[in-house]
Nanobody
């Protein structure tokens, strides 16, 4: 059974950094795109970034470019989201997801989702 399990969230102060992890299991992810989303109560889930499992190519929304870095460790079947210079508006539940299609993933139609990890940024 495919599982994506996020970890690494917590309560931090603005300006600090955090690295989120997504441990993937249950299959190989060759040909997949792995991504990160975030969601605040009352708002739609927002796509943040994704990475091609095979090539390592990345894609970010404009608002996080320069602060967020997505990476993967193929040997560990793990995807990371490094978040630097955290801002209060980054507060959200962060989810990882996986799909064969980058377009589908960005459209929140990914085949696989994790349970989320809470990131809270205080000022």
């Amino acid at each position: 059974q495919v599982q994506l399990v996020e970890s690494g969230g917590g309560l931090v102060q603005a300006g600090e950094s955090l690295r989120l992890s997504c441990a993937a299991s249950g299959r190989t992810f060759n040909g997949y795109v792995m991504g990160w989303f975030r969601q605040t109560p009352g708002k739609e889930r927002e796509f943040v970034a994704h990475i091609n499992w095979n090539t390592g190519s990345t894609y970010y929304i404009d608002s996080v470019k320069g602060r967020f870095t997505i990476a993967r460790d193929n040997a560990k079947n793990t995807v990371y989201l490094q978040i630097n210079t955290l801002k209060p508006e980054d507060t959200a539940v962060y989810y990882c997801a996986a799909d064969r299609s980058a377009v589908r993933l960005r459209a929140r139609l990914a085949d696989y989702w994790g349970q989320g990890t809470q990131v809270t940024v205080s000022s």
